[in-house]
């Protein structure tokens, strides 16, 4: 498992839907943006010049909500090793008082920038990610 990479978000009222809580899709869309700012983190450089990410499988579970205004911390690991081009992400969220709100496991492929096609993710790709990644 990798080391949890954090990043908070601040509900505006164009992320709250009619119900008064922030929308499905904005959890959604956030639950790229930390995965995406983990990769341009984490990632060597010469990686993230080289490779992309797509969304293969979002599989989320709603636990509560918040409104305008209001912060939600999202926390992304990995929760084990790549198989192929793929590989799977936790996502979670919670509010200010530690509460769960959205748990995520994603499944994302790697994809050769030019080429736009699957690569595996080789074990130096992996190691800033995974412990103990096998090749």
Do not use: C
């Not at 636990?63 to 926390?75: P, Q």
């Not at 030019?114 to 995974?130: G, H």
Request: without cysteine.
């Amino acid at each position: 498992m990798s080391e949890p990479f954090a990043r908070t978000f601040t509900a505006t009222p164009d992320h709250i839907d009619e119900l008064g809580h922030v929308n499905n899709a904005v959890w959604v869309q956030w639950i790229q943006d930390v995965a995406v700012s983990h990769w341009d983190a984490v990632a060597r450089p010469e990686d993230r010049d080289a490779y992309i990410w797509v969304v293969l499988r979002h599989e989320i579970d709603y636990r509560g909500n918040i409104g305008a205004g209001e912060r939600a911390h999202g926390t992304t690991f990995i929760p084990g090793e790549p198989r192929g081009a793929r590989f799977d992400r936790r996502v979670e969220f919670h509010d200010d008082g530690g509460k769960l709100l959205v748990s995520a496991l994603t499944t994302w492929a790697m994809l050769d920038r030019e080429t736009l096609r699957p690569q595996r993710v080789r074990a130096e790709i992996a190691a800033p990610f995974v412990s103990d990644t096998k090749s």
